[in-house]
């Protein structure tokens, strides 16, 4: 059954930062917050991997603002923030009881290399000034479903940070520390998608993500602070929820109830919790399914073909012009629906997918606006063979050549490649 469930946000409204460029560090406009030691671990620790080495690097100073000005309780929650900005170089700073403090200038760096990511979750990880019960990772940049997240403009390729190397990096900074990330929040469009909550399996708890377009304010960033401050004991689940409910009062309230960055007016927008302790079901079903439906069967093909159709959403406002994710219990019921009388071990394989994702999204909410295509995960499923090998960065990268375990481990290439590459 889907799961959702609305939160209430306060309006408060944003503060700008002074015209001081940000990598210069902003510790001397706040100056350091007196408090007394503790040696204690905190609460939490939320680390911000902003990557504005591209078209969002002005939005840098607000956000940072708005973070600083609603995590009032530093005792408890400390914040890393790793920053790249397109004419500023990269730098490490944490806020805490000592204010906000630049740890390590690291001048220009490529920030969709994952070992500028994993660099930077080891430090989250051993920094003893944030040392936390819990921690949750948050990284903020463009996503591009498949081929992945963080584009580096700076480049001169412009490359993403693939799926593969998102998880390596993961992988890399928790088995070299020995520590463990409780959430890892995508605030990037598109990621709530299979081959990333697959290749995160076991390397973290809890994915939170969205299907779809993220819109520019991203994450409800005023509640989230102000949540953690007053609740710092907040377990891992309940934070990835909260998360979930803030996102859906703050896109789905009337316009003008919240400082918006822009008029959403409703806008369509949807966020999910998926637990990567649960994936490998998941990909056995997918398995399978490949069993079921190969070699190709005419009769299988319109089936799945109008059930694809159907669990997906081909506005450019909310796919970016380069998302092919179907709606993978959108899908799936429907396709299982349709063959049930003539194909009942296709549609049993379907069933098992479908049962799958139901355990692995814990929570999830989309605006009507979507009426019911996103229920919390996608999978890639493009519309014919020309846009089975686009790319979006200079790398000339395609779904079965990016060393997706998803791929590997289910086949679905080869389902792709039998019933959707062959349509004109």
């Not at 994993?118 to 936390?132: G, K, M, N, R």
């Not at 990909?283 to 997906?312: C, G």
């Not at 990016?402 to 062959?422: P, R």
């Amino acid at each position: 059954m889907r799961r959702s469930h609305v939160g209430i946000v306060l309006a408060v409204a944003l503060c700008a930062l002074s015209a001081q460029p940000f990598a210069s560090g902003v510790g001397a406009a706040l100056g350091a917050i007196d408090s007394e030691d503790d040696d204690g671990l905190k609460g939490w620790t939320v680390a911000m991997y902003w990557d504005a080495d591209n078209d969002l690097d002005g939005l840098t100073a607000t956000f940072v603002d708005m973070w600083i000005t609603h995590l009032t309780n530093t005792e408890d929650v400390a914040m890393a923030v790793y920053i790249d900005g397109l004419n500023t170089p990269a730098n490490i700073s944490t806020y805490t009881e000592e204010g906000w403090v630049e740890r390590e200038a690291l001048g220009e760096m490529n920030t969709s290399d994952p070992a500028t990511l994993q660099h930077y979750i080891e430090f989250v990880l051993t920094e003893p000034s944030i040392a936390a019960e819990n921690y949750c990772l948050i990284v903020q940049d463009h996503g591009l479903d498949y081929l992945g997240l963080c584009v580096d403009e700076s480049e001169p390729s412009r490359p993403f940070m693939s799926v593969d190397g998102f998880a390596s990096a993961v992988a890399g900074a928790t088995a070299a520390t020995g520590g463990w990330l409780d959430i890892i929040e995508l605030d990037a469009c598109t990621m709530a998608i299979v081959e990333m909550a697959y290749e995160l399996r076991d390397k973290a708890g809890y994915l939170v993500a969205s299907e779809k377009a993220v819109p520019f304010d991203g994450l409800n960033y005023i509640e989230l602070m102000d949540g953690l401050s007053a609740d710092p004991d907040i377990s891992p689940l309940d934070l990835a929820i909260k998360m979930v409910d803030d996102y859906a009062e703050w896109y789905s309230a009337p316009l003008g109830t919240y400082p918006t960055l822009y008029p959403y007016m409703q806008d369509f927008a949807c966020l999910s919790v998926m637990d990567l302790s649960r994936m490998k079901p998941l990909a056995d079903a997918f398995s399978e399914f490949k069993e079921q439906v190969l070699p190709r069967d005419p009769a299988v093909k319109s089936s799945l073909n109008r059930a694809a159709n159907n669990a997906f959403l081909a506005l450019w406002m909310n796919c970016m012009a380069c998302d092919y994710g179907r709606d993978i219990r959108v899908m799936f019921s429907e396709f299982a629906d349709g063959v049930r009388a003539t194909r009942p071990e296709a549609a049993a394989a379907a069933d098992a997918i479908v049962d799958a994702v139901d355990d692995i999204v814990v929570y999830d909410w989309a605006s009507w606006r979507f009426r019911d295509i996103c229920t919390g995960m996608s999978v890639f499923v493009p519309p014919g063979e020309g846009l089975y090998y686009v790319y979006w960065d200079s790398l000339g990268r395609v779904y079965d050549q990016l060393g997706l375990d998803f791929v590997t481990d289910t086949g679905w290439d080869e389902v792709l490649h039998a019933y959707f590459l062959s349509q004109k």
